[in-house]
């Protein structure tokens, strides 16, 4: 979850994590159990089922009513350490590409539901980031190498 400015207004992140998909859910007015539940429900509905075995939560008070999401999607609920991030990695990393289109202290309710519908699709089609690999002659891996070149 990404939290707008004084609090006021917050959108909820769903990440999967094989496929790397992310769902964006704006709650411009609160973000209460309630609140959080329903976004999460009414998201859950347009996603197949094999994607939605599990949800990792952290551990805000706006998951308190994690037993009515349970009963009402199916999907089991387990919670993060507390100060825990690279627990729930892919949406923490998430969650920062988000701040690119929406920044922190600013006023999240202030985006339509189609803007967020454009970001979460920009994201999503995004390619994936490749590790950058270094050429076999490269002096960082003839110095770092277990193997060198005797000729070298």
């Excluded at 197949?48 to 199916?74: F, I, N, S, Y």
Aim: glycine share 6%; charged share 20%.
């Amino acid at each position: 979850m990404i939290i707008g400015v004084s609090s006021a207004s917050a959108m909820v992140t769903l990440r999967e994590r094989t496929t790397q998909y992310g769902v964006i859910v704006n709650l411009p007015h609160d973000h209460t159990a309630a609140s959080v539940n329903a976004a999460v429900t009414g998201a859950f509905t347009a996603i197949p089922a094999h994607m939605k075995r599990t949800l990792t939560w952290d551990q805000g008070v706006e998951m308190a009513r994690h037993q009515d999401l349970t009963a009402a999607t199916g999907v089991r609920i387990f919670f993060a350490e507390r100060s825990s991030p690279w627990q729930r990695g892919a949406n923490e990393n998430y969650n920062g590409l988000l701040r690119q289109y929406f920044p922190k202290g600013s006023n999240l309710a202030s985006h339509s539901q189609a803007h967020v519908i454009h970001v979460m699709r920009e994201l999503n089609e995004r390619p994936p980031e490749r590790p950058r690999l270094r050429h076999p002659g490269s002096p960082f891996r003839q110095r770092n190498s277990l193997h060198t070149n005797p000729l070298t």
